[in-house]
């Protein structure tokens, strides 16, 4: 395990203060002012809410000792009236100030997660599905807001509630407070208790749902294969499955919660029975007025709301929690290919590319997709050859810096990568890889993606290079036809024309070509291979192809088995060396003879 890696996990376990300190301090400092006024209108509207109690205290009181008239329940009621109005006002200020503050937190919370996403490399893709970072941008966003929003809200609201209604309590009496307060500490442990499991079974549902949302969306993308291959019903049993499998994980989450609750009110309800025996017979005694009696009521109800919030607080906290740690995991996860400031501007040295010793093997590989491969490129068009899964790919990704290597395997230009910028790398490649990517944009758009500017003859002449201009133009809008997601109104082997247009227009010194070229016809091809050599005289062209007529046209062909470079060579050379090259010779040239017959 690579050293960068053992530090992304050991971040992973830190505790829960410093993923707050880290994540979400300096998003409440940065908003202390909002969450200052809005906490104050929320312990204002409590405190409001305690007075309404002594206020029919009064009443009840003046009514019972036969002093009450009308004028003075006018004032009580009137009294009250108030205190609604002031709530209401108090209230749409707290909401809007603390809640709208969650929105910012989640705002801040996601722009991270994206930046992140955008510097993880290639190996950090490959641990992470789609739908695990989706999941985090979705669920694991929405529990943090929670539990800053109406999380803090209800814990704040809860603490001060119960404690100032208590102390009413208590200084109306304080022995029907214990009594009445004593099956609180049976929901403190129950909460304590089913929150744990909570916790475990609400991981599950997130992974369940992460596990959901990557199907639905390789099942989206490849709908017309499923379709070729008649597997929607397949297809549509396993998504019932993986939808029932989070139905339930949700429903055992609900039993938890269904259990939670309840018991909340039945604790209430209880001192309820309590307040009834005991502060009914010191009513009848005498000892209590009827007024405080109907106050200590009115208290211990007020009680409720916050004892059921415990468990409900303690659920959004518990959530907010384990999302917030897995949201660290995703922003603290650095890649394996850390990027080096700038190499200097030392004059180039040695050919463009040196691969010395070159040995390689991806991070989830046990064995080596690479071993001991040497050569050296300069301005010339090189073509990679050789079986499926022998790594031809691999030195492509290598090529382009997708995959951190060993010192001093690759130079450019006479110096280390290791020791050169991402960008610098970068800057100086144009890549076609064997998957074409476009975007859901204009044809001229997604031909100029990788330029800040270009003008439509650019656009044109990288088009026609690539033998995709005539086809472009047969469409009713040309250049601006729109394509949708993932290119499909073009073929197979106009998506890599277009990729290889992109890649052209960039003007790079260096063009690696993975297989780019494998679903295009071979006229057009060979009309291809001729525009690169007028277009990248002087230049360094990788070409990933099995095809001989395409490898024939290049200057030297690395052949490749098993990870290995077996040999070097013009395409002359290469016939009387290799028995697999002879053998895929002969093979294509009977084929070549076999189409123009049937033709
Ligand atoms: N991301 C990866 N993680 C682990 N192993 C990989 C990964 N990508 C490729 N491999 C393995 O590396 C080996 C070389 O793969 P590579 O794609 O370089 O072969 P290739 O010669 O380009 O094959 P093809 O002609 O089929 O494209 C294969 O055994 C493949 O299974």
Same mark, same amino acid.
């Given at each position: ?15 829960? @203060? ?48 036969? @002093?009450? $008239? ?19 006002? /108090? ?7 603390? *809640? +709208? ?17 955008? #510097? ?46 208590? +102390? ?8 029907? !407070? ?32 992460? +596990? ?5 969306? =390789? ?14 019903? *397949?297809?549509? %049993? ?34 309820? &029975?309590? *307040?009834? &025996? ?24 007020? /009680? ?12 959004? /906290? ?6 917030? %740690? ?11 290919? &850390? ?82 910028? /991402? ?9 076609? $890889? ?41 469409? =009713? ?14 073929? +197979? ?28 016809? !071979? ?8 525009? &690169? ?7 360094? #062209?990788?070409?990933? $192809? ?10 030297? *062909? ?42």
């Amino acid at each position: 395990m690579s050293l960068s890696h053992r530090r992304s996990e050991n971040k992973t376990s830190l505790p829960l @203060s410093a993923l707050f300190k880290d994540l979400l301090a300096p998003i409440f400092r940065r908003h202390r002012l909002r969450l200052l006024v809005g906490l104050t209108a929320l312990i204002a509207v409590d405190f409001l809410q305690l007075m309404i109690p002594r206020i029919l205290k009064h009443g009840v009181d003046a009514l019972t000792a036969g @002093s009450a $008239s009308p004028g003075l329940l006018l004032r009580l009621g009137a009294a009250i009236v108030a205190i609604a109005v002031f709530v209401v006002v /108090l209230r749409f200020f707290w909401r809007t100030l603390i *809640i +709208g503050f969650s929105r910012y937190l989640e705002r801040t919370l996601r722009n991270r997660i994206f930046n992140r996403i955008l #510097v993880m490399d290639q190996p950090f893709f490959e641990k992470h599905s789609t739908g695990d970072i989706m999941a985090h941008g979705s669920n694991d966003l929405a529990a943090v807001q929670m539990a800053c929003g109406m999380g803090l809200v209800a814990a704040v609201d809860a603490l001060v509630m119960s404690c100032a209604a208590t +102390g009413f309590m208590l200084h109306i009496d304080m022995r029907l !407070t214990l009594l009445a307060l004593a099956p609180m500490p049976i929901l403190a442990v129950s909460t304590r208790l089913l929150s744990g499991r909570l916790h475990h079974r609400f991981n599950t549902v997130q992974e369940y749902f992460s +596990g959901l949302t990557e199907f639905a969306r =390789s099942t989206l993308v490849s709908l017309k294969l499923s379709k070729a291959y008649t597997l929607e019903e *397949i297809q549509t %049993r396993e998504f019932d499955r993986l939808g029932r499998r989070y139905a339930s994980a949700n429903i055992r989450v609900a039993a938890i919660q269904g259990v939670l609750w309840p018991a909340a009110t039945l604790i209430g309800n209880i001192g309820l &029975l309590v *307040i009834l &025996l005991f502060g009914g017979t010191a009513v009848i005694r005498q000892e209590l007025t009827m007024g405080d009696f109907v106050a200590f009521v009115t208290y211990l109800q007020m /009680l409720i709301w916050p004892m059921m919030a415990v468990g409900w607080v303690a659920n959004l /906290l518990q959530r907010g929690a384990t999302a917030l %740690r897995r949201i660290h995991r995703l922003v603290s996860a650095e890649p394996l290919l &850390l990027d080096q400031p700038s190499g200097g501007s030392a004059p180039p040295d040695g050919p463009v590319f040196a691969i010395r010793n070159l040995s390689f093997s991806y991070p989830a590989a046990q064995s080596s997709q690479l071993a001991g491969v040497s050569f050296a490129a300069d301005r010339e068009m090189i073509g990679i050859a050789g079986r499926t899964g022998s790594g031809k790919s691999t030195l492509c990704r290598l090529l382009v810096r997708l995959y951190p290597v060993a010192d001093g395997a690759i130079l450019l230009h006479g110096r280390d990568v290791n020791r050169l910028s /991402l960008a610098e790398v970068r800057d100086r490649i144009a890549y076609v $890889s064997q998957e074409p990517v476009l975007f859901s944009d204009t044809i001229a758009n997604n031909i100029a993606f990788g330029v800040d500017r270009a003008d439509p003859a650019e656009i044109e002449q990288a088009a026609r290079d690539a033998a995709i201009d005539e086809e472009i133009r047969q469409f =009713s809008k040309g250049y601006k036809t729109m394509i949708g997601e993932r290119g499909v109104l073009l073929s +197979g082997g106009q998506k890599q024309r277009l990729a290889l247009a992109r890649a052209l227009i960039c003007r790079r010194p260096i063009l690696v070509i993975d297989d780019g070229l494998s679903a295009v016809d !071979t006229a057009t091809e060979s009309h291809i291979i001729e525009a &690169l050599r007028r277009r990248l005289a002087g230049k360094t #062209v990788f070409i990933v $192809s099995n095809r001989i007529k395409l490898l024939a046209m290049t200057d030297r *062909i690395l052949l490749f088995d098993q990870g290995r470079l077996l040999h070097d060579a013009p395409h002359d050379a290469l016939l009387q060396r290799s028995d697999f090259y002879q053998a895929m010779y002969r093979k294509q040239l009977q084929e070549g003879t076999e189409d123009r017959r049937d033709a």
